[in-house]
């Protein structure tokens, strides 16, 4: 069962974030970080640069945050906005240790923490040590607009 059951985490009070929607390359689990590339969505990978979304979970065909989308299935992609949170996914073994934790994109569009040579795409909202054997989603707010910046 989801830790969460959204992808968007508000504020209430702004507006949604924008979305953009294109095909699923491969099968995308709401909550993993994205890319496009050749007119479709991609996981985002740990030499991702650029702009980034967040895969929403897919409210348009009553699926939840656990229902990944399957390839050539059309992907909502959220924006990133730096003023609102998220609940995105982090691989097994992650422990964020502390609110405010940079984070970096890592394999298959899962977040990692963040190394002074990474670029940091959010920063973690809650603490939180995965040790669950599976990918979890964790509040996050984003960094910069969804385009990966460099580290203190």
């Known amino acids: 069962m989801p830790r969460f059951n ?3 985490a508000g504020p209430v009070t702004q507006v949604t ?5 294109a095909p699923a390359a491969t099968a995308i689990t709401p909550g993993q970080l994205i890319v ?3 007119g479709e969505f991609t996981p985002a990978g740990a030499t991702t640069v650029g702009k980034v979304w967040i895969a929403q979970d897919n409210y348009l065909a009553q699926k939840g945050v656990d229902d990944a989308y399957a390839a050539d299935d059309v992907c909502i992609g959220m924006e990133l906005l730096d003023e609102q949170f998220f609940n995105a996914r982090v691989a097994t073994g992650v422990n ?3 609110v405010g934790t940079p984070l970096t994109p890592a394999a298959s569009g899962t977040l990692a923490i963040a190394s002074t040579s990474d670029l ?3 920063y973690s ?4 040590n995965n040790t669950s054997g599976s990918t979890q989603l964790v509040r996050v707010r984003a960094a910069t607009n969804g385009h990966l910046t460099a580290a203190a």
């Open 17 to 21: 974030p924008q979305v953009r929607e």
């Open 125 to 128: 909202e809650e603490i939180y």
């Open 6 to 8: 959204k992808i968007y």
């Open 36 to 38: 496009l590339s050749s």
């Open 120 to 122: 940091v795409v959010a």
């Open 96 to 98: 964020i240790a502390a």
